[in-house]
């Protein structure tokens, strides 16, 4: 803490470290209301930052809005299942669930599922792959074609197949668990994300110091302790150099694939937008693309974070 207050104390470290962010925002606020009215689009001219500002509170005023309608929508059916209850003792109330439509926020929340479950998955097949191929040179020989080939493929390319996949294995039977959009969405995102883990997980686990290795051996300790005791804590930093990576990735094939697959979230918000084509669209839109920038950023911030906690232990 000290040290934090000692480097901000400096005057050129809190003009590098917040003056220049600072002034550079603000000429990107300035380029931005300066230019953007210039511009004219089939849906109007590009909003300034006072327009998309205006946009979004509307957003979190509708989501307020929405808000309400379901309190009241519950109060309504409490009320009416007491006064039926009270009538005939012998009712058995029946309480539906709200059905309005989702909110700004509620997408963000369902993209942020998506996400996350996309990544977890990614990361559950990717760091035991990545482990075995940075032990073994037959396994890294035999998987690194796979690798070379599926990296670079684009969500567009995989989001048919999964789409078709999913289709014809999801149940339809009773109350799923998920819906088919999202499992489709999240498939997509692990398909796309797990890469970078995959690669820098065996990166880590081959630089690990090869007399630790030797111990472990000499000593015949089981490979799950090996694995556990020597090989993970030295390939950390890399497993979550490669993680930070995957969730970036996913973040971005998240929005093509909610697009495409129609997943209540951020992509399908920016599409239905986009189709709505009325005048505050573009500003609805942009503030999407913030909101997806802000929620990149904060990710990786908190992917950092862990990292750094993790490395401390």
Known sequence: MQAVLKQWADPKALWQGLGVPVMAVLLFLALWAGVAPRIQTSL?????????????WGLWQAHLDERDRAVAFYERQDKRNAERLAED??????NFKYTGKATYLDQIVTSLLTVFTGFLLGTVVAVPLGIAAGASKLVQAAINPLVQI?????????????????????????TPMFEKSFLISAITVT????????????????????????????LQLPLATRVRKIILPSALPFIFTGMRLSL??????????????????????????????????????????????LIGFGLDRAMQGLQTLASRR
């Open 44 to 56: 109007g001219a590009i909003p300034g930052p006072v327009q998309v500002a205006e946009q979004a």
């Open 89 to 94: 003792p012998s009712y058995e109330p029946r």
């Open 150 to 174: 599926f990296r670079p493929v684009s969500p567009l390319a995989w989001l048919p197949i999964v789409t078709l996949v999913v289709s014809a294995l999801y149940v339809t039977t009773g």
């Open 191 to 218: 398909l796309c994300s797990l890469w970078p883990t995959l690669i820098n997980t065996a990166v880590g686990v081959t630089s690990v110091d090869k007399d630790l290795v030797n111990v472990g051996r000499v």
């Open 248 to 293: 970036g990735v996913g973040w971005m094939v998240l929005i093509a694939a909610e697009m495409l697959a129609q997943n209540p979230g951020l992509g399908k918000f920016v599409w239905d937008e986009f189709q709505n084509g009325s005048s505050d669209s573009l500003g609805r839109i942009m503030v999407a693309v913030f909101t997806i920038g």
